[in-house]
């Protein structure tokens, strides 16, 4: 070991199997027989505390990373920490954690990004992290940390991330906070902070991505500069005492998403502009303030809306025609104003899935969803005797006829409904969660299939028998984020190639489940691992193409052809890649999923998984598109060689999947990379053997390190299209039908 280059510690994101999850633990004083020399990479879970005589005895010989989040760290963060001034990457989330930082963290000069995420650490925030002027991203959310955000973040210019909600901040932002002019993820959410919110903020920098400043105490108005951020995806500043009125500026942030004003006391009307300018908008949540005026008609235009929620406010007037015709429309919340007139009884609109709490608390609205009649129209009196006569006897053969063809309607409408029900109930089911506990038995571990970082899954059977799976989301800020996020992705995605949400029950709290469609076969790392042994896998070539056809398709639908593509879904891999009763192929866990504005952006360290994470989302998390072509192209060569990314055993220590798979390819040796059901067709024809060169082709030039290297996805699909087997013929199950070969085990624990 004492000659090997160590550039990493790594002991965080280990994989654990067992349907307990149980995680063994070593003492951390192996730490001190350890060369610093070395790369560092044990399957097991580290408790106790950090050894600082380690981290002082490794000194300036670790140059990049330490990695030890997801552990069982307690204690203090050593102050011998501030030794490794080469230091670029420190992740210490997911542990134990307590007390202060130690104010020897401000000598780690070279220090780029550190994540403390859901530890105890107390005491006021750091301010001697911003002597690390280097710093871009800081993530230290779900703390317990108090007193002022330090003015010492003006040292750190080029700060790009700083996420501390939910912890224990007070006072007023400082003014240094303005030479921080490349934000892109600003969240200072569920804190104590108070006074105005900055006018620099608003209009500065126009790379701000995510501002969210919700549940603190902030005042003032809200300022028009905010028009500035055009690529501004969410603005959440809701839950504050933000006054005056709503700037019609917001309506130039073209690129958001979501934006929340609720809980404010603001005032006057909502901007009509919204309607007309804000195109990828999907949420809008302006409830619980003092608005006024009238619904703006241009609402029900805005083409990726879903979710509108103007309840609790004092709006008048009648609700506007455009919602019946509104493209995207699922929900409104009118309650609680002063909206007059008939509620649409359209069943074809969004008022077909309308409740009657979607209008309480409007006294002259009426409408058969509230039972309230609406008045009757007057009708003209009869001068003539004659003519009254006539008048009642047609009127009477009107109303046989019209009750005749009311009952057929009805009668008509009652099994449409029922089928519609029925639909609705296949699509996204309304379970509660006394029903969930009841079909999962309580979230028994014997119903236990999968486990992770975020939570866990169960699988359960409802009353009717449906076999369901059931993803229940761990209590932590970034769990609920996950599951927030995952929730708006499964529901406005349906493709064949994609695993189907079919329900959800949150109280924003400690309970927040998705109901997923149940995967009987398992995921495809088994089928390309049985039993954890390499070159296992019995998947004949047209299956294996069939896979990779079909995880083609669903990236094809999630860039290009879903509402509000392109959808990057960030982690995809062989245990993300399930399969159904038929083995029909399915994309699943949404959990780390971006929405993008652009074709490119970035976002926070993503969490995804190394050997399928592309380069450039790994080192800076910038992605696009692209990183999941790059995750395609891993998972293709996994597929024809048998070897995943990280076998030692059959790579060696210092020769990664890539670098083995271009070095015998290029020099034509096809053959010596095959596993050996491969290699068996390989040799059968020189026809078959062309369309796995050009399958392993496709691979190797989607896996190039520079992104605008890579083909796109219309492009792989296009190359693939053309193989004689893009007919994709049905699997034909002689070792796969036999589910009782893949046990519960086998669904992935990267499905929480």
Known sequence: MGNCSFTNLMLGFNDFSGKRCTRPSIQPSTLLKLHPSCDLRI??????????????????????????????????????????????????????????????????????????????????????IFNCTKLLHLIIYDNNLGGPLPSTIGQTADLAYLE???????????????????????????????????DYLAASPSTLFLFDLSRNSFSGAISSSFGNKVQMQQLDLSHNKLTGSIPSELSLCLGLISMNLAFNSLRGGIPSSFGKSLESLTTLDLSFNSLSGGIPSELGSMRSLKYLDISSNNLTGSIPSTFLTA???????????????????????????????????????CGEIIHRACPSSHRSVLKSKAAKVVYISVSILVLVILNLILLAVFLKRQKLQATRNLDVESKFMKLQLREIEEATNNFSNDNLIGCGAFGSVYKGVTKDGKVLAFKKFTLDSSSIHSFFRELEIVRQTRHRSLVKALGYWSNHMENNILVLEYMELGSLDAHLHHMGKPRSCKLSLQERWNVSSAIVDGLLYLHYECPNAPIVHCDIKPSNILFD??????????????????MVTSTQNLQGTLGYMAPECASSGRISPKCDVYSFGIIVIEMVTGVGPHDREILGENVTLLEWVRSKVSVGLYDEVLDGTMLAE???????????????????????????????????????????????????????????????????????
């Open 581 to 598: 009763s038929h083995m029909q192929p399915r994309i699943s866990d949404f959990g780390l999923s971006r929405v993008l504005v652009d």
């Open 43 to 128: 399957p097991a879970v580290y408790s106790g505390n950090i050894p600082g005589d380690a981290l002082g005895k490794w000194g300036h010989s670790i140059t990049r990373q330490i990695d030890l989040q997801f552990n069982n760290f307690s204690g203090a963060i050593p102050p011998q920490i501030g030794n490794l001034t080469k230091l670029a990457i420190l992740i210490l989330n997911n542990n134990h954690l307590s007390g202060s930082f130690p104010k020897e963290i401000g000598r780690l000069s070279s220090l780029t990004g550190a994540t403390f995420e859901h530890n105890l650490l107390s005491g006021n925030f750091p301010p001697q």
């Open 682 to 752: 390989y040799k059968k024809t020189l026809e078959i053997a062309e369309q796995i060169e050009l399958l392993l082709n496709v691979a190797l030039e989607c896996t190039k390190d520079n992104p605008k290297d890579r083909p796109n996805i219309k492009e792989v699909h296009s190359r693939l299209e053309k193989s004689m087997f893009s007919m994709k013929a049905p699997f034909s199950g002689h070792n796969l039908t036999d589910s009782s070969k893949f046990s519960d085990s086998s669904i992935p624990d990267s499905w929480s």
């Open 164 to 198: 501390a909600q939910n912890n224990l901040l007070s006072g007023i932002l400082p003014d240094a906070l303005s030479n921080c002019t490349q934000l892109q993820n600003f969240s200072l959410a569920g804190n104590q902070l108070t006074g105005n919110i900055p």
């Open 327 to 365: 493209p995207s429309l699922q929900y409104i919340n009118l309650s609680y104003n002063d909206i007059e007139g008939t509620i649409p009884d359209d069943r074809s609109s969004v008022f077909g899935n309308a409740t009657a709490a979607w209008f309480l608390g409007n006294p002259r609205l």
